[in-house]
């Protein structure tokens, strides 16, 4: 298998077991055996566990921001690219990596290994340069409220995904619909664009 071919395995392969058994609980053997190879070809291309947990963090963001650029390709106005931002936020709307943000939240509270945690401070930091920029653009544009920074913004939107993403897990038939998630968004977008 070609190296590439391997390490996209690998990843694979690490994000179900690192979201059946979480961080802490996998091991290189579990990894290993998932991917149906033996535990030295791991170390071929990763040094060590969190080496792919921090590789596969960044996988997931390289993902999504593939997705999003396709997605607002076409986009009219920055108001139009940050619904459709909004509507395709990775922790509530792609079911692929809802297993990795669940493990993302629960190793951002559990692990003391500085490396992982700045991998997530990053992971986050991205997202929030990238909405910021596209309310930056709305903002000049008078499109949405302009009476606070546009990063201030564009946490509000991480904060309210991360919650979204984290509660709807439990299956609280009331908020897992998608209904609710996309009336959440309608909400959001309605307080933003208030002048």
Not at 8 to 13: A, E, P, V
Not at 138 to 159: F, M, N, T, Y
């Amino acid at each position: 298998m070609k190296a590439a071919d391997r390490r996209k395995q690998l990843l694979d392969s690490a994000a179900r077991c690192f979201a059946e058994h979480g961080y802490r609980g996998t091991t290189t053997a579990m990894i290993a055996a998932k991917a149906g190879i033996s535990e030295p070809i791991i170390y071929r291309h990763f040094k060590t566990k969190h080496d792919l947990f921090i590789a596969l963090i960044e996988k997931v963001a390289d993902e999504v921001f593939d997705n999003w650029q396709k997605a607002t390709r076409n986009a009219k106005s920055p108001l139009e690219k940050l619904q459709v931002l909004m509507y395709q936020n990775p922790a509530t709307f792609d079911p692929r990596t809802a297993g990795v943000y669940r493990l993302l939240f629960h190793a951002s509270t559990e692990t003391s290994e500085p490396a992982i945690q700045q991998a997530i401070r990053d992971h986050y930091d991205r997202y929030v340069r990238s909405l910021a920029s596209v309310m930056a653009e709305a903002q000049k544009s008078g499109l949405i409220r302009s009476d606070v920074p546009a990063e201030w913004l564009a946490w509000q939107i991480i904060h309210a995904a991360v919650g979204f993403a984290m509660v709807r897990p439990l299956n609280i038939p009331s908020h897992a619909s998608l209904e609710f998630a996309q009336g959440t968004i309608r909400l959001l977008i309605e307080i933003l664009t208030r002048h």
